[in-house]
């Protein structure tokens, strides 16, 4: 190796350890009606490395924007999710939803979003009516004949953000799973985002969101040692790039 080439990696090691000091403790959450930027749509849910924001669009000029939180069990998901669900209901540009998939599935789950006022589904029923509702205002909002474009929500025809929790729990489930699939398809014009969470980065062999959500944002929690660290990836062409959540709020 020359002198050039051991600078150069003695630089990037240096910098990986710097980044590394950085998440090592993650910061305070803002006050959260200071977390949504309705300029661009997107809510921060943490910062990068370098100390700027980590955002998560949630809607563009084209519509509501999908994502998929990918996350093994104790690595941040509840805490990522409060996060976001204390930013929404701040404002009336968004209505959050949020079907508790461990909950549907098995009776008991982690109703935290609901402390923010969030329309939580934990039984099956619950969750039908909840996914049913959803797609019928779907089809009422794309049966308009002003395409509002480009897309803004409104007090009066606000964001929907519907969260799927546990998503392996209850994507068997072949009705939820029709009905989440074509909200997936069908929502983003309409002003309806799919927020899919999950434990790994696929969400399950042949399941059609797999597809669906190849240009979704994704975020990808990594370490259960060092709660909400990952990476986050605004779009498919976007680089990932390493960020760590906001600390939890105290209760």
């Known amino acids: ?34 977390l949504i930027d309705t300029a661009s749509g997107t809510v921060a849910i943490g910062r990068h490395t370098d100390g700027t924001p980590a955002l998560l669009p949630l809607w563009n000029r084209y519509g509501a924007a999908h994502s998929l939180i990918a996350a093994p069990t104790g690595s941040g998901t509840s805490t990522l999710l409060d996060h976001v669900a204390a930013a929404e209901a701040t404002t009336p540009l968004i209505e959050s939803r949020l079907i508790d998939g461990r909950a549907v599935a098995h009776g008991f789950g982690t109703a935290g979003p609901a402390d923010h006022g969030v329309r939580t589904a934990t039984e ?31 007090p009066q025809r606000p964001l929907i953000t519907l969260t799927l929790t546990d998503w392996p729990e209850i994507a068997a489930d072949e009705e939820i799973a029709r009905l989440a699939h074509a909200i997936c398809v069908m929502g983003r014009s309409a002003g309806v985002g799919l927020r899919v969470a999950t434990w790994s980065v696929r969400l399950i062999d042949g399941a059609a969101l797999n597809h669906r959500l190849t240009r979704a944002t994704r975020i990808h929690l990594t370490v259960r040692s060092a709660p909400g660290q990952g990476t986050l990836a605004p779009h498919a062409a976007a680089p990932a790039r390493a960020f760590r959540t906001w600390a939890p709020a105290a209760r």
């Open 124 to 154: 099956r029923g619950q969750a039908l009516e909840m996914l049913g509702d959803v797609f019928d205002t779907i089809g009422r909002r794309r049966s308009s004949t002003d395409p509002e474009l480009p897309y803004a929500p409104t």
């Open 1 to 34: 190796m020359t002198s050039t080439h051991a600078t150069q990696r003695y630089a990037d090691l240096t910098l990986q350890h710097e980044e590394a000091a950085l998440l090592a403790t993650p910061a305070p959450r803002p006050p959260a009606d200071q």
